[in-house]
Protein backbone atom coordinates (compact mmCIF):
# COMPACT_ATOMS: atom_id res chain seq x y z
CA UNK A 1 0.00 0.00 0.00
CA UNK A 2 1.94 3.50 -0.84
CA UNK A 3 1.52 6.90 0.55
CA UNK A 4 -0.01 8.18 -2.48
CA UNK A 5 -3.27 6.58 -1.71
CA UNK A 6 -3.58 8.45 0.88
CA UNK A 7 -2.70 12.27 0.00
CA UNK A 8 -3.37 12.00 -3.83
CA UNK A 9 -0.27 12.20 -4.92
CA UNK A 10 3.71 11.67 -3.90
CA UNK A 11 5.36 14.77 -1.99
CA UNK A 12 9.01 13.81 -3.18
CA UNK A 13 11.13 10.93 -3.25
CA UNK A 14 10.83 8.75 -0.39
CA UNK A 15 14.18 7.42 1.62
CA UNK A 16 14.64 3.78 0.91
CA UNK A 17 12.13 1.46 3.45
CA UNK A 18 15.22 0.20 6.09
CA UNK A 19 18.86 1.15 5.87
CA UNK A 20 19.58 -2.40 7.48
CA UNK A 21 22.03 -1.40 10.56
CA UNK A 22 20.17 -3.14 13.36
CA UNK A 23 21.09 -0.97 16.01
CA UNK A 24 19.79 2.60 17.54
CA UNK A 25 22.35 4.58 14.61
CA UNK A 26 19.58 7.57 13.79
CA UNK A 27 21.41 9.40 17.03
CA UNK A 28 19.19 11.24 19.76
CA UNK A 29 17.26 13.74 20.23
CA UNK A 30 18.17 14.59 23.85
CA UNK A 31 21.44 13.01 24.05
CA UNK A 32 19.78 11.04 26.89
CA UNK A 33 20.48 6.69 26.79
CA UNK A 34 17.83 5.15 25.79
CA UNK A 35 16.01 8.25 24.05
CA UNK A 36 16.42 7.70 20.20
CA UNK A 37 14.08 10.13 19.04
CA UNK A 38 11.25 12.29 20.24
CA UNK A 39 8.87 14.75 18.50
CA UNK A 40 5.73 16.24 18.26
CA UNK A 41 3.73 16.66 14.72
CA UNK A 42 0.61 18.72 14.18
CA UNK A 43 -1.20 18.03 11.12
CA UNK A 44 1.32 15.43 9.63
CA UNK A 45 4.29 18.46 10.37
CA UNK A 46 7.12 17.93 12.83
CA UNK A 47 6.93 20.97 15.11
CA UNK A 48 9.65 20.12 17.04
CA UNK A 49 11.96 17.45 18.98
CA UNK A 50 10.54 17.09 22.53
CA UNK A 51 12.27 16.04 25.99
CA UNK A 52 10.39 12.73 27.58
CA UNK A 53 9.36 15.29 30.28
CA UNK A 54 7.63 17.60 28.70
CA UNK A 55 5.78 14.51 25.88
CA UNK A 56 2.10 14.81 28.10
CA UNK A 57 1.83 18.26 27.74
CA UNK A 58 0.95 18.12 23.79
CA UNK A 59 -0.92 14.84 23.66
CA UNK A 60 -4.18 16.55 24.79
CA UNK A 61 -3.81 19.43 22.22
CA UNK A 62 -5.83 19.11 18.85
CA UNK A 63 -4.30 17.72 15.70
CA UNK A 64 -1.48 16.28 17.43
CA UNK A 65 0.78 13.37 17.80
CA UNK A 66 3.98 12.72 19.73
CA UNK A 67 6.09 9.75 18.67
CA UNK A 68 8.80 8.83 20.32
CA UNK A 69 11.56 5.92 19.94
CA UNK A 70 13.23 4.18 22.97
CA UNK A 71 16.15 1.69 22.60
CA UNK A 72 16.24 -0.68 25.33
CA UNK A 73 15.47 1.56 27.76
CA UNK A 74 16.02 1.54 31.72
CA UNK A 75 13.04 0.89 34.54
CA UNK A 76 13.50 4.69 35.34
CA UNK A 77 12.89 5.85 31.68
CA UNK A 78 9.88 3.77 31.16
CA UNK A 79 8.46 4.84 34.61
CA UNK A 80 8.66 8.33 33.26
CA UNK A 81 6.91 7.46 30.09
CA UNK A 82 4.33 6.09 31.83
CA UNK A 83 3.79 8.70 34.06
CA UNK A 84 3.22 11.26 30.79
CA UNK A 85 1.06 8.68 28.56
CA UNK A 86 -0.73 7.12 31.72
CA UNK A 87 0.45 4.00 30.50
CA UNK A 88 -0.66 0.56 32.33
CA UNK A 89 1.40 -1.30 34.47
CA UNK A 90 1.90 -4.64 33.23
CA UNK A 91 2.62 -3.33 29.57
CA UNK A 92 5.31 -1.35 31.30
CA UNK A 93 6.55 -4.46 32.59
CA UNK A 94 6.37 -6.45 29.63
CA UNK A 95 8.36 -3.40 27.42
CA UNK A 96 10.91 -3.81 30.01
CA UNK A 97 11.36 -7.24 29.38
CA UNK A 98 12.38 -8.72 26.12
CA UNK A 99 11.38 -12.55 24.89
CA UNK A 100 7.39 -11.54 24.64
CA UNK A 101 5.05 -13.16 22.20
CA UNK A 102 3.68 -11.28 19.14
CA UNK A 103 0.50 -10.03 21.11
CA UNK A 104 -1.74 -7.17 21.42
CA UNK A 105 -3.44 -6.25 24.31
CA UNK A 106 -6.11 -3.25 25.32
CA UNK A 107 -5.54 -0.93 28.80
CA UNK A 108 -8.75 1.60 28.65
CA UNK A 109 -8.40 3.89 25.26
CA UNK A 110 -4.69 2.83 24.60
CA UNK A 111 -3.45 -0.22 22.84
CA UNK A 112 0.13 -2.23 23.89
CA UNK A 113 1.47 -4.25 20.72
CA UNK A 114 4.72 -6.73 20.32
CA UNK A 115 6.00 -7.54 17.22
CA UNK A 116 9.30 -9.61 16.62
CA UNK A 117 11.92 -8.49 14.38
CA UNK A 118 13.97 -10.21 12.08
CA UNK A 119 17.09 -9.74 9.94
CA UNK A 120 20.33 -11.38 8.58
CA UNK A 121 23.44 -10.79 10.36
CA UNK A 122 26.22 -13.74 8.89
CA UNK A 123 24.11 -16.30 7.45
CA UNK A 124 21.74 -16.30 10.83
CA UNK A 125 18.82 -14.55 11.56
CA UNK A 126 18.89 -12.10 14.61
CA UNK A 127 15.61 -11.34 16.10
CA UNK A 128 14.55 -8.55 18.24
CA UNK A 129 11.50 -7.35 19.74
CA UNK A 130 9.29 -4.03 19.30
CA UNK A 131 6.48 -2.89 21.59
CA UNK A 132 4.28 -0.21 20.82
CA UNK A 133 2.29 1.91 23.02
CA UNK A 134 -0.53 3.51 21.13
CA UNK A 135 -3.17 6.18 22.34
CA UNK A 136 -4.82 9.33 21.66
CA UNK A 137 -2.04 11.76 20.37
CA UNK A 138 0.80 9.50 21.02
CA UNK A 139 3.11 6.42 19.84
CA UNK A 140 5.67 5.08 21.74
CA UNK A 141 7.73 2.71 20.26
CA UNK A 142 10.28 0.79 22.35
CA UNK A 143 13.05 -1.42 20.67
CA UNK A 144 14.78 -4.35 22.65
CA UNK A 145 17.73 -6.49 20.85
CA UNK A 146 19.02 -6.70 17.04
CA UNK A 147 15.92 -4.54 15.59
CA UNK A 148 16.79 -2.11 12.18
CA UNK A 149 16.73 1.49 12.84
CA UNK A 150 12.93 3.30 12.20
CA UNK A 151 14.31 6.24 11.35
CA UNK A 152 13.54 5.35 7.52
CA UNK A 153 9.79 4.96 8.81
CA UNK A 154 10.00 8.37 10.54
CA UNK A 155 11.70 9.94 7.39
CA UNK A 156 9.01 8.28 5.12
CA UNK A 157 6.27 9.31 7.45
CA UNK A 158 7.86 13.20 7.36
CA UNK A 159 8.19 13.17 3.66
CA UNK A 160 4.02 12.89 3.41
CA UNK A 161 2.01 14.97 5.56
CA UNK A 162 -0.97 14.32 4.57
CA UNK A 163 -0.83 10.84 5.25
CA UNK A 164 1.05 11.65 8.91
CA UNK A 165 -1.77 13.56 9.49
CA UNK A 166 -4.17 10.55 10.20
CA UNK A 167 -1.97 10.80 13.20
CA UNK A 168 -0.83 7.40 15.93
CA UNK A 169 -2.87 5.38 13.39
CA UNK A 170 -0.87 5.72 10.58
CA UNK A 171 2.12 5.77 12.67
CA UNK A 172 1.29 2.34 13.84
CA UNK A 173 0.67 0.86 10.24
CA UNK A 174 3.54 2.26 9.38
CA UNK A 175 5.94 0.33 11.88
CA UNK A 176 4.12 -2.91 11.47
CA UNK A 177 4.62 -2.34 7.70
CA UNK A 178 8.22 -2.23 8.03
CA UNK A 179 8.61 -5.11 10.34
CA UNK A 180 6.92 -7.14 7.90
CA UNK A 181 8.70 -6.35 4.96
CA UNK A 182 11.80 -6.50 6.80
CA UNK A 183 10.84 -10.36 7.06
CA UNK A 184 11.21 -10.56 3.22
CA UNK A 185 14.89 -10.32 2.83
CA UNK A 186 15.19 -12.87 5.30
CA UNK A 187 12.64 -15.36 3.30
CA UNK A 188 14.62 -14.58 0.22
CA UNK A 189 18.02 -15.05 1.39
CA UNK A 190 16.75 -18.48 3.10
CA UNK A 191 15.04 -19.27 -0.06
CA UNK A 192 17.95 -19.01 -2.28
CA UNK A 193 20.02 -20.80 -0.17
CA UNK A 194 17.63 -24.13 -0.30
CA UNK A 195 17.57 -23.75 -3.65
CA UNK A 196 21.50 -24.13 -3.67
CA UNK A 197 21.31 -26.76 -1.41
CA UNK A 198 18.43 -28.90 -3.85
CA UNK A 199 20.89 -28.21 -6.78
CA UNK A 200 23.90 -30.12 -5.16
CA UNK A 201 21.62 -32.74 -4.02
CA UNK A 202 20.70 -33.69 -7.66
CA UNK A 203 24.46 -33.71 -8.54
CA UNK A 204 25.71 -35.40 -5.55
CA UNK A 205 25.46 -36.47 -2.06
CA UNK A 206 24.80 -33.89 0.38
CA UNK A 207 28.00 -33.44 2.63
CA UNK A 208 27.69 -33.34 6.94
CA UNK A 209 28.14 -29.74 6.42
CA UNK A 210 25.37 -29.48 4.29
CA UNK A 211 23.11 -31.73 6.21
CA UNK A 212 23.83 -30.33 9.91
CA UNK A 213 23.36 -26.29 7.88
CA UNK A 214 19.85 -27.75 6.56
CA UNK A 215 18.72 -28.81 9.93
CA UNK A 216 19.90 -24.78 11.39
CA UNK A 217 17.60 -23.44 8.38
CA UNK A 218 14.67 -25.84 9.30
CA UNK A 219 15.55 -24.57 13.59
CA UNK A 220 15.84 -20.83 11.88
CA UNK A 221 12.72 -20.86 9.85
CA UNK A 222 10.83 -22.50 12.57
CA UNK A 223 11.65 -19.31 15.18
CA UNK A 224 10.84 -17.38 12.35
CA UNK A 225 7.16 -18.43 11.88
CA UNK A 226 6.90 -18.61 15.75
CA UNK A 227 7.49 -14.75 15.20
CA UNK A 228 5.18 -14.54 12.45
CA UNK A 229 2.02 -16.38 13.05
CA UNK A 230 1.11 -14.41 15.73
CA UNK A 231 1.34 -11.50 14.02
CA UNK A 232 -1.16 -12.26 11.95
CA UNK A 233 -3.83 -12.05 14.27
CA UNK A 234 -2.21 -8.73 15.59
CA UNK A 235 -2.70 -6.95 12.33
CA UNK A 236 -6.07 -8.64 11.61
CA UNK A 237 -7.63 -7.35 14.61
CA UNK A 238 -6.46 -3.86 13.17
CA UNK A 239 -8.80 -3.93 10.52
CA UNK A 240 -11.96 -3.64 12.62
CA UNK A 241 -13.05 -0.59 14.40
CA UNK A 242 -13.49 -2.15 18.13
CA UNK A 243 -9.65 -1.14 18.87
CA UNK A 244 -9.88 2.26 20.32
CA UNK A 245 -9.49 5.27 18.53
CA UNK A 246 -9.60 3.36 14.90
CA UNK A 247 -9.98 5.18 11.83
CA UNK A 248 -12.27 3.98 9.30
CA UNK A 249 -9.81 5.30 6.50
CA UNK A 250 -7.01 2.91 8.23
CA UNK A 251 -8.87 -0.07 7.79
CA UNK A 252 -7.17 -0.77 3.66
CA UNK A 253 -3.76 -0.23 4.66
CA UNK A 254 -3.97 -2.83 8.29
CA UNK A 255 -5.64 -5.07 5.82
CA UNK A 256 -2.64 -4.51 3.34
CA UNK A 257 -0.01 -5.49 6.12
CA UNK A 258 -2.30 -8.39 6.80
CA UNK A 259 -2.20 -9.96 3.61
CA UNK A 260 1.80 -9.34 3.63
CA UNK A 261 2.34 -11.45 6.58
CA UNK A 262 0.17 -14.09 5.42
CA UNK A 263 2.04 -14.34 2.47
CA UNK A 264 5.52 -14.31 4.53
CA UNK A 265 3.89 -16.99 6.62
CA UNK A 266 3.18 -18.90 3.30
CA UNK A 267 6.46 -18.95 2.03
CA UNK A 268 7.67 -20.37 5.14
CA UNK A 269 5.63 -22.82 4.92
CA UNK A 270 7.05 -23.81 1.81
CA UNK A 271 10.14 -23.50 2.51
CA UNK A 272 10.00 -25.82 5.46
CA UNK A 273 8.51 -28.62 3.27
CA UNK A 274 11.27 -28.12 0.53
CA UNK A 275 13.61 -28.69 3.96
CA UNK A 276 11.77 -31.01 5.35
CA UNK A 277 11.99 -33.10 1.58
CA UNK A 278 15.53 -32.11 1.02
CA UNK A 279 16.12 -33.88 4.42
CA UNK A 280 14.52 -36.69 3.46
CA UNK A 281 15.80 -37.05 0.08
CA UNK A 282 19.41 -37.21 1.21
CA UNK A 283 18.83 -39.56 3.60
CA UNK A 284 16.68 -41.74 0.44
CA UNK A 285 20.09 -41.04 -1.46
CA UNK A 286 22.35 -42.53 1.70
CA UNK A 287 20.06 -45.29 2.01
CA UNK A 288 19.86 -46.18 -1.65
CA UNK A 289 24.16 -45.99 -2.01
CA UNK A 290 24.15 -48.24 1.25
CA UNK A 291 22.18 -50.69 -0.26
CA UNK A 292 24.00 -51.10 -3.55
CA UNK A 293 27.26 -51.22 -1.64
CA UNK A 294 25.92 -53.97 0.33
CA UNK A 295 24.07 -55.71 -2.78
CA UNK A 296 28.25 -55.55 -4.38
CA UNK A 297 29.19 -56.97 -1.37
CA UNK A 298 27.01 -60.24 -0.97
CA UNK A 299 27.65 -60.90 -4.66
CA UNK A 300 31.19 -61.07 -4.82
CA UNK A 301 31.35 -62.45 -0.95
CA UNK A 302 28.64 -65.33 -2.97
CA UNK A 303 31.25 -65.70 -5.81
CA UNK A 304 34.38 -66.13 -3.35
CA UNK A 305 32.19 -68.53 -1.40
CA UNK A 306 32.40 -70.88 -4.72
CA UNK A 307 36.33 -71.51 -4.53
CA UNK A 308 36.57 -70.87 -0.78
CA UNK A 309 33.96 -73.65 -0.13
CA UNK A 310 35.51 -76.13 -2.77
CA UNK A 311 39.25 -75.86 -1.17
CA UNK A 312 38.38 -75.83 2.00
CA UNK A 313 36.90 -79.49 1.03
CA UNK A 314 40.43 -80.53 -0.69
CA UNK A 315 42.18 -79.19 2.50
CA UNK A 316 40.65 -82.06 4.40
CA UNK A 317 42.90 -84.90 5.26
CA UNK A 318 41.20 -87.82 4.21
CA UNK A 319 43.07 -90.69 2.13
CA UNK A 320 40.09 -92.17 0.63
CA UNK A 321 39.26 -88.98 -2.05
CA UNK A 322 39.05 -90.82 -5.52
CA UNK A 323 39.81 -87.10 -6.82
CA UNK A 324 43.37 -86.72 -5.44
CA UNK A 325 44.46 -89.74 -7.77
CA UNK A 326 42.91 -88.65 -10.78
CA UNK A 327 45.30 -87.22 -13.51
CA UNK A 328 43.49 -84.37 -14.46
CA UNK A 329 41.73 -83.95 -11.06
CA UNK A 330 43.64 -80.45 -10.64
CA UNK A 331 42.22 -78.97 -13.82
CA UNK A 332 38.91 -80.28 -13.96
CA UNK A 333 37.91 -78.61 -10.13
CA UNK A 334 39.97 -75.20 -11.33
CA UNK A 335 37.52 -75.45 -14.43
CA UNK A 336 34.20 -76.33 -12.51
CA UNK A 337 35.19 -73.07 -10.24
CA UNK A 338 35.77 -70.68 -13.00
CA UNK A 339 32.32 -72.07 -14.49
CA UNK A 340 30.71 -71.63 -10.98
CA UNK A 341 32.05 -67.93 -10.28
CA UNK A 342 31.68 -66.86 -13.79
CA UNK A 343 27.89 -68.23 -14.00
CA UNK A 344 27.31 -66.23 -10.96
CA UNK A 345 28.41 -63.12 -12.29
CA UNK A 346 26.47 -63.11 -15.14
CA UNK A 347 23.20 -63.64 -12.52
CA UNK A 348 24.08 -60.72 -10.51
CA UNK A 349 24.84 -59.05 -13.25
CA UNK A 350 21.58 -59.64 -15.11
CA UNK A 351 20.01 -58.67 -11.52
CA UNK A 352 21.90 -55.32 -11.77
CA UNK A 353 23.63 -56.04 -8.03
CA UNK A 354 26.82 -55.69 -10.23
Known amino acids: MTLEWMNGQANGSQPPHGDGSGHADEGTSSGRPGVVA ?9 LRDIRIEEAGEWRSRDNVVVWIGLHEPDRDLLRQVQKQFDLHDLAIEDAGKAHQRPKLEIYGDAIFVVARTAHMVEEEIAFGETHLFVGRGYVVSVRHGASTSYMAVRQRCESSPAALAHGENYILYSILDFIVDNYMPVVETIHAEVEELEDRLLRSRLAKADIERLYLMRRNLLKLRNAVVPLVDVCRRHEHLE ?15 TDHVRRVQEDIDALREVLAFTFEASLMI ?7 ISRKLASWAAILAVPTAIAGIYRMNFEDMPELHFRYGYFVVLAVIFGLCVTLYRFFRRARWL
Open 38 to 46: AAVYQNGRR
Open 243 to 257: LPGMDAAMQPLFRDV
Open 286 to 292: GQSEQTE
